[in-house]
């Protein structure tokens, strides 16, 4: 097992990772600035175990701006996986490690365990819904709200065992919150609808952080929460870890961990590209990454991932800078045929301004956050690092999306100038499985000055399940002014050909199918199908956002569309919209034109995934 470096006619081989980073960065040192070079640097079939991230940035090494790079392998696999040394105690059909601190001081902070080579999900309680909502003093921090209400029956279970790191997680519409359970006190009862609740409180200062930051129009009544990372709630197959005490406590599918590898992640990253021009990642596996940050912080989230206290000046929320591959600021970057498993970050995230990035022909599979982001959570286009030019995402197939994290859609891109999503294939994602654009507002900007969403494609993709967790979403959704409406009028941005279905339709105004958002205009939404959603089109009618200049033809539904979005006075017109009440068979039973645009939609990557 080696690393090949191969530069004009020459290859050199490496045993480890980091000897040949430090063989890369030399060979860059020895190009010239007139004219770039191109290498490739191969990793032999095997598993390579990081414990750095492999970073090439032409801030911390500018000769690196002279190399075009192609890093890529053969049944390669790179991680930060490292195995759990300490032996455990067993007790029934549980098995209790007590880690060491590191030489920091602290416990290792992980939030993903892998046995027998597959990751375990947390342990979690079944769901609940909230009794109550904020109130305005809560708001204003003149009451005290100690935490939130949970049934009898899950708080005396709760009880059992000790709390550790027990988290408490709330679904809030389209954004997400993360406590971390302080104390069950049983002394606070509540009575609703014949059913005894008792009060959960978090940590304090989580509680009035929340209470401070949560807007008016996103309350927590009758929002979904559980308890996750509980000791109590562990069954077969999941995990409970607390880094405060470093307890980790495993119950294995099996009923029994002898000879079984048991391994932690131990990195946030495992490929981190800046500033550079023309680089591919193409052929590798990737896997075992974790975010320790909802370990240590409580989480609000904004749409599409944005943590609140995470902005830069001028913008509102940013996400955290974690992936598999990670790329900032770059021009000309690929990944083609690459295989992501049990990611506990983004699969792929390109942030900052980039031109020329694509996505293609790769697999993403049980990704913790998004699978593919490109571009910042901003309107803010005149500051250049949130700029994204000519972004592609092309035949990849995506499985169990963002439940860990789950305001992240499947795939995320910012304002963008050139745009395609195409053929791609999504089976199950916790919240929109395409989001594109941002600002929610109307604009006045003409086209060219300014941009939010322009000449996007997004066509022949194939959606099953999505908005698993979290509201307000959609199969594709896009969001934001593109122009001044009063002076554009003609479509730049299409969407066509893509097929979509849910196994539950979920209630009215929860799940949409294709969803043209606050101030989205010049759209043409065309030859779609979508089963079984209750809210199959949506063309936002909101006085403060209307959308304008919406063409919403030739769509295949068995839901009816919403009576309030055909709208001539704003040239949003749906027209040709084919509905047939029933399912699958009988819409296409009614319009076999319907089955053949299910056919055409969806990926056929070469590569396939190992662990499922």
């Known amino acids: 097992m080696?690393?090949?470096?191969?530069?004009?006619?020459?290859?050199?081989?490496?045993?480890?990772?980091?000897?040949?980073?430090k063989g890369l960065l030399k060979l860059a040192d020895g190009l010239t600035a007139e004219k770039k070079e191109q290498a490739e640097l191969f990793f032999e079939a095997g598993r390579y175990s990081l414990d750095t991230p492999f970073t090439l940035s032409t801030k911390e090494h500018p000769a690196l701006a002279s190399l075009d790079l192609t890093v890529t392998g053969e049944q390669a696999e790179l991680s930060s996986l490292v195995p759990i040394q300490e032996t455990p105690q067993k007790s029934k059909d549980i098995f209790t490690y007590q880690l060491k601190k590191e030489k920091k001081g602290g416990y290792p902070v992980f939030r993903e365990l892998f046995v027998g080579g597959r990751s375990l999900p947390m342990s979690a309680s079944p769901l609940w819904k909230s009794i109550d909502t904020l109130s305005p003093d809560e708001r204003a921090g003149k009451t005290k709200r100690e935490g939130f209400y949970a049934p009898i029956e899950l708080a005396r279970k709760l009880a059992t065992a000790p709390l550790g790191g027990t988290e408490l997680m709330v679904y809030i519409l389209w954004i997400y919150a993360i406590f971390h359970v302080a104390e069950i006190d049983f002394d606070q009862k509540r009575e609703v609808d014949g059913k005894t609740y008792v009060l959960i409180k978090p940590k304090r200062e989580e509680m009035e952080q929340f209470c401070q930051i949560c807007p008016r129009h996103v309350n927590i009544g009758a929002s979904k929460l559980h308890f996750r990372n509980a000791p109590a709630f562990l069954t077969k197959g999941t995990f409970a870890y607390d880094h405060n005490s470093g307890v980790l406590s495993v119950k294995p599918k099996t009923g029994n961990l002898t000879g079984v590898p048991v391994e932690r992640p131990t990195l946030d990253r495992l490929i981190e590209i800046e500033g550079m021009e023309n680089v591919t990642v193409k052929g590798l596996r990737f896997t075992g990454t974790t975010s320790p940050y909802a370990s240590k912080n409580m989480v609000y989230t904004h749409q599409a991932g944005g943590i609140a206290g995470l902005g830069l000046e001028g913008d509102k929320s940013m996400r955290l800078p974690e992936a598999a591959?990670?790329?900032?600021?770059?021009?000309?970057?690929?990944?083609?045929?690459?295989l992501f498993e049990d990611i506990g970050t983004n699969g792929v995230q390109v942030s900052d301004k980039n031109v020329r990035v694509t996505v293609k022909n790769?697999?993403?599979?049980?990704?913790?956050?998004?699978?593919v982001t490109v571009g910042n959570c901003s309107w803010n286009w005149q500051f250049e690092r949130n700029r994204t030019y000519n972004a592609r995402v092309e035949n990849n197939y995506f499985r169990h999306i963002a439940y860990e994290h789950p305001a992240c859609p499947c795939i995320y891109i910012g304002q963008v100038d050139g745009l395609k999503i195409l053929?791609?294939?999504?089976?199950?994602?916790?919240y929109s499985a395409i989001s594109a654009g941002w600002n929610w507002m109307p604009v006045e900007w003409e086209i060219g000055e300014k941009v939010n969403i322009r000449d996007a494609e997004?066509?022949?993709?194939?959606?099953?399940?999505?908005?698993?967790?979290?509201?307000?979403?959609?199969?594709?959704y896009v969001v934001g002014s593109n122009a001044n409406r009063k002076t554009r009028s003609d479509f730049f941005n299409f969407m066509h050909h893509n097929y979509a279905t849910l196994d539950e339709a979920g209630p009215v105004g929860d799940k949409y199918g294709y969803y043209l958002d606050g101030a989205s205009s010049n759209w043409e939404m065309s030859d779609s199908v979508i089963v079984n959603c209750h809210t199959p089109i949506y063309s936002q009618p909101h006085p403060e956002a209307l959308s304008f200049h919406n063409l919403i033809h030739r769509i295949y539904s068995t839901k009816p569309h919403a009576h309030n979005i055909h709208a001539p006075a704003r040239d949003v017109i749906i027209k040709d919209f084919y509905l047939v009440e029933g399912d699958e068979a009988a819409l296409f039973t009614a319009h076999p034109e319907a089955r053949e645009i299910k056919k055409t939609a969806g990926a056929s990557p070469k590569i396939k995934p190992t662990r499922r």
Do not use: E, P, W
Request: glycine share 8%.
């Open 2 to 21: 080696a690393i090949l470096l191969k530069q004009g006619g020459k290859t050199t081989a490496y045993k480890t990772v980091a000897a040949a980073h």
């Open 362 to 371: 790769s697999v993403f599979d049980n990704i913790s956050m998004c699978a």
């Open 325 to 338: 591959v990670l790329a900032r600021d770059v021009r000309g970057f690929t990944v083609d045929s690459c």
């Open 458 to 476: 997004i066509a022949y993709n194939r959606f099953h399940n999505f908005m698993d967790l979290l509201h307000d979403g959609g199969a594709i």
């Open 423 to 430: 053929r791609n294939a999504v089976d199950g994602c916790a």
